[in-house]
Protein backbone atom coordinates (compact mmCIF):
# COMPACT_ATOMS: atom_id res chain seq x y z
CA UNK A 1 0.00 0.00 0.00
CA UNK A 2 1.33 3.45 -1.06
CA UNK A 3 0.85 6.71 1.65
CA UNK A 4 0.81 10.11 0.31
CA UNK A 5 0.74 12.53 2.83
CA UNK A 6 0.37 16.35 1.79
CA UNK A 7 1.26 19.66 3.69
CA UNK A 8 1.66 23.14 3.30
CA UNK A 9 -1.39 24.63 1.78
CA UNK A 10 -3.38 27.98 3.48
CA UNK A 11 -4.29 31.36 2.72
CA UNK A 12 -1.53 33.69 1.39
CA UNK A 13 -1.90 37.16 0.11
CA UNK A 14 -1.03 37.88 -3.99
CA UNK A 15 2.53 38.15 -3.80
CA UNK A 16 3.11 35.81 -1.10
CA UNK A 17 4.76 32.45 -0.97
CA UNK A 18 3.37 28.62 -0.10
CA UNK A 19 5.84 25.95 0.32
CA UNK A 20 3.73 22.27 -0.51
CA UNK A 21 5.51 19.00 0.53
CA UNK A 22 4.39 15.54 -0.01
CA UNK A 23 5.95 12.29 1.39
CA UNK A 24 5.48 9.31 -0.01
CA UNK A 25 6.10 5.88 2.08
CA UNK A 26 4.78 1.89 2.04
CA UNK A 27 5.12 0.01 -0.73
CA UNK A 28 7.60 2.90 -3.23
CA UNK A 29 10.33 0.22 -3.99
CA UNK A 30 9.94 1.50 -7.71
CA UNK A 31 8.93 5.14 -6.77
CA UNK A 32 9.71 6.91 -10.11
CA UNK A 33 8.44 10.69 -11.42
CA UNK A 34 6.96 12.68 -8.75
CA UNK A 35 4.92 15.86 -9.49
CA UNK A 36 2.22 18.84 -8.49
CA UNK A 37 -1.53 18.94 -10.36
CA UNK A 38 -3.72 21.47 -9.42
CA UNK A 39 -7.84 21.94 -9.80
CA UNK A 40 -9.39 25.03 -9.45
CA UNK A 41 -13.58 25.37 -8.88
CA UNK A 42 -15.56 24.07 -12.55
CA UNK A 43 -11.91 23.64 -14.04
CA UNK A 44 -10.53 20.29 -15.28
CA UNK A 45 -7.13 19.31 -12.95
CA UNK A 46 -3.92 20.53 -14.84
CA UNK A 47 -0.11 20.05 -14.50
CA UNK A 48 1.89 22.37 -12.22
CA UNK A 49 5.11 20.74 -11.91
CA UNK A 50 6.82 17.39 -12.29
CA UNK A 51 10.56 15.96 -11.20
CA UNK A 52 11.91 12.70 -12.79
CA UNK A 53 14.50 10.40 -9.57
CA UNK A 54 17.64 12.26 -12.12
CA UNK A 55 15.91 15.45 -11.37
CA UNK A 56 14.66 16.72 -14.58
CA UNK A 57 11.76 19.08 -14.19
CA UNK A 58 8.92 20.17 -16.34
CA UNK A 59 6.75 23.00 -15.90
CA UNK A 60 3.05 24.28 -16.70
CA UNK A 61 3.74 27.86 -19.03
CA UNK A 62 2.06 29.74 -16.56
CA UNK A 63 4.27 28.94 -13.17
CA UNK A 64 7.29 29.20 -14.92
CA UNK A 65 9.69 31.52 -13.25
CA UNK A 66 7.54 31.32 -9.93
CA UNK A 67 7.04 27.80 -8.94
CA UNK A 68 9.96 25.35 -8.00
CA UNK A 69 9.81 21.72 -7.86
CA UNK A 70 12.23 19.62 -5.86
CA UNK A 71 12.73 16.59 -3.92
CA UNK A 72 14.63 14.79 -1.60
CA UNK A 73 15.05 11.01 -3.06
CA UNK A 74 16.12 9.71 0.60
CA UNK A 75 12.76 10.91 2.05
CA UNK A 76 10.68 10.32 -0.83
CA UNK A 77 9.66 13.70 -0.85
CA UNK A 78 8.57 15.88 -3.31
CA UNK A 79 8.45 19.65 -2.51
CA UNK A 80 6.75 22.79 -4.79
CA UNK A 81 8.57 26.06 -3.64
CA UNK A 82 5.47 28.89 -4.75
CA UNK A 83 6.65 32.17 -5.46
CA UNK A 84 4.87 35.25 -6.54
CA UNK A 85 1.45 33.66 -6.09
CA UNK A 86 -1.49 35.03 -8.06
CA UNK A 87 -5.15 34.80 -7.66
CA UNK A 88 -5.75 32.83 -10.46
CA UNK A 89 -2.91 30.13 -8.53
CA UNK A 90 -5.99 29.08 -5.89
CA UNK A 91 -7.05 25.78 -6.50
CA UNK A 92 -6.70 22.27 -4.72
CA UNK A 93 -3.10 20.95 -5.27
CA UNK A 94 -2.90 17.07 -5.55
CA UNK A 95 0.53 15.61 -5.16
CA UNK A 96 1.00 12.54 -7.85
CA UNK A 97 3.59 10.26 -7.67
CA UNK A 98 4.25 7.01 -10.63
CA UNK A 99 5.91 3.86 -10.18
CA UNK A 100 8.27 1.85 -12.77
CA UNK A 101 6.22 -1.10 -11.50
CA UNK A 102 2.15 -0.32 -10.73
CA UNK A 103 -0.09 2.59 -11.23
CA UNK A 104 0.05 6.35 -9.96
CA UNK A 105 -1.36 7.66 -7.00
CA UNK A 106 -3.01 11.03 -5.90
CA UNK A 107 -2.62 12.04 -2.85
CA UNK A 108 -5.71 13.93 -0.61
CA UNK A 109 -4.47 17.09 -2.09
CA UNK A 110 -4.81 20.97 0.16
CA UNK A 111 -6.37 24.16 -0.75
CA UNK A 112 -3.88 27.10 -1.34
CA UNK A 113 -6.04 30.12 -1.66
CA UNK A 114 -4.63 33.74 -2.67
CA UNK A 115 -6.17 36.60 -1.75
CA UNK A 116 -5.94 39.63 -4.06
Known amino acids: QVRLVESGGGLVQAGGSLRLSCAASGNIFSLDAMGWYRQAPGKQRELVAT???????NYADSVKGRFTISRDNAKNTVFLQMNSLKPEDTAVYYC??????????WGQGTQVTVSS
Open 96 to 105: NVEFRLGLPR
Open 51 to 57: ITKGGIT
